[in-house]
């Protein structure tokens, strides 16, 4: 099966700039999840969908933060403004919603803010 | 709450070593628990998974046993390669809150030729 997708791999801004970033998960997943993963630490969730409502997104710092998924199937996660702090890789994963099953994750964007 | 514990790292081992990487957890509920690998610049990759206590789960090489007594998950690898040069994250997944998962920190392994 395709895997989870995600676009760009790689951008640089500058503070204060706004940044897009796109996901499109595995065809059936009803869950998918965007991650913030700062170097040498682990996955923090920022939101969870399922379908296209939110479940969680007690970790989007909402002031700067916004996420969508259009028809339950593809997302995007906005910045505006960035932060120097909000330097990252930002992952989508999607999985069935039966926690019997793992994730599977997109490769990710490097997100640099200069 | 629910919080995943790993072992810290970085773990650094020679090549054909033997492999633990210690991975506890506390949770409310019967968790499903899983291993994930992640390659440089890669996004994570389930390695591994089991979904009830003394399950065992296996790929690459790689074993965990779900110990519900110990509350542990422990990922071990008989023989490493240097390409089972990673970082392991442990997790685990409930039924509830929409399966929502609790990732540790990270176990960063270097094998050495």
């Known amino acids: 099966e395709a895997g989870v997708a995600q676009s760009p791999r790689y951008k640089i801004i500058e503070k204060r700039q706004s940044v897009a970033f796109w996901c499109n998960p595995i065809s059936g997943h009803a869950t998918l999840y965007w991650y913030q993963q700062i170097l040498g630490q682990g996955p923090k969730l920022l939101i969870q969908?399922?379908?296209?409502?939110?479940?969680?997104d007690s970790q989007l710092p909402k002031d700067r933060f916004s996420a969508e998924r259009l028809k339950g199937v593809d997302s995007t996660l906005k910045i505006q403004p960035a932060k120097l702090e909000d330097s990252a890789v930002y992952l989508c994963?999607?999985?069935?919603?039966?926690?019997?099953?793992?994730?599977?994750f997109g490769s990710g964007t490097r997100l640099t803010v200069v | 709450g629910n919080s995943v514990t790993q072992m810290e790292g970085p773990v650094t081992l020679s090549e054909e070593a033997f492999l633990t990487i210690n991975c506890t957890y506390t949770a409310t509920g019967y968790p499903s628990l899983f291993w994930y690998v992640q390659y440089p610049g890669e996004g994570l990759q389930l390695l591994l998974k089991a979904t009830k206590a003394d399950d065992k789960g296996s790929n690459k090489g790689f074993e965990a046993t779900y110990r519900k007594e110990t509350t542990s998950f422990h990922l071990e690898k008989g023989s490493v390669q240097v390409s089972d040069s990673a970082v392991y994250f442990c997790a685990l997944r409930l039924n509830t809150n929409a399966g929502k998962s609790t990732f540790g920190d990270g176990t960063t392994l270097t094998v050495k030729p």
């Open positions: 969908f399922q379908n296209n409502g939110v479940v969680d």
């Open positions: 994963a999607s999985s069935p919603t039966d926690a019997r099953y793992g994730y599977t």
